[in-house]
């Protein structure tokens, strides 16, 4: 039966990494293909701009950027194995600093800033009556994006509202513009007592952005008290808010 097993030859390629600072002058280095591939070798690169293979020789330096180099060992118009090759040209720190997607912040109505990137949503304080009452509440955090390429937007949000109909009062929403996304409000609970809160843990949250490719978007967390019921909690909480790659923070 040994007779049967497909033997894959050994093969490999020089270099599998180059690392360099971004200085914008391109550099060439003669690639080697070790052992026997079993194919003709073919050389694709996700991003010619940042490196590409020539006549044996890549090329890279001129753009900051990543790019990888698929090697492909073809046989008969198919390809039989892979190897790959990363080239990472530039450190963050000497990488030209694009943009902020991010254009606007902007609090209105019960919302504060309260250090530390965190926004307060909060209820009114000056005075309250016998039953922990006062007036209804709203306000907004309204982040203006300008999305060039694919993000999700992450973000932590926790706090302690009215126990009684937490589930819709005492609301914190999302918008995507004017289209609702997302509530934040726990489910219905059994209801402790009017004057002890519900506490809401913190948790990551996260939204994609997808839609907005090459577009903008206003991003808006809506807080409302929907009445004047109860209001002596501490209310909504949203901070370490980022915009990360699709693959994740």
């Given at each position: 039966m040994l007779e049967n097993r497909l033997v894959i030859p050994y093969w490999d390629v020089r270099p599998r990494r180059i690392k360099l600072p971004y200085d914008q002058v391109a550099k060439s280095f003669p690639v080697d293909i070790l052992g026997a591939s079993g194919g003709d070798v073919v050389f694709t690169s996700t991003d010619p701009s940042i490196a590409a293979v020539s006549d044996g020789l890549l090329t890279c330096g001129a753009n900051a950027g990543a790019a990888l180099i698929v090697v492909e060992a073809v046989n008969d118009g198919a390809v039989v194995s892979r190897r790959y090759m990363q080239i990472d040209i530039g450190t963050e720190a000497q990488?030209?600093?694009?943009?902020?997607?991010?254009?606007?912040?902007?609090?209105?109505?019960?919302?504060?800033?309260?250090?530390?990137?965190?926004?307060?949503?909060?209820?009114?304080?000056?005075?309250?009556?016998?039953?922990?009452?006062?007036?209804?509440?709203?306000?907004?955090?309204?982040?203006?994006?300008?999305?060039?390429?694919?993000?999700?937007?992450?973000?932590?949000?926790?706090?302690e509202i009215e126990s009684m109909a937490a589930h819709n009062h005492d609301c914190l929403d999302l918008y995507f513009n004017d289209k609702w996304k997302r509530n934040f409000n726990p489910p219905p609970v059994i209801y402790p007592a009017w004057n002890q809160p519900c506490v809401i843990p913190k948790r990551t949250e996260w939204v994609d952005l997808w839609e907005f490719i090459g577009r903008s978007v206003t991003v808006r967390f809506v807080w409302d008290t929907k009445d004047a019921l109860y209001q002596m909690f501490d209310g909504w909480y949203v901070g370490n808010i980022r915009l990360t790659p699709p693959w994740g923070p």
């Open positions: 990488q030209p600093v694009a943009p902020s997607p991010i254009r606007e912040i902007a609090p209105s109505g019960y919302v504060e800033e309260v250090g530390d990137g965190v926004w307060h949503f909060r209820y009114f304080t000056d005075w309250f009556d016998e039953w922990g009452c006062n007036i209804r509440v709203q306000g907004e955090l309204a982040i203006t994006l300008d999305l060039d390429k694919h993000y999700r937007l992450y973000f932590d949000v926790w706090g």
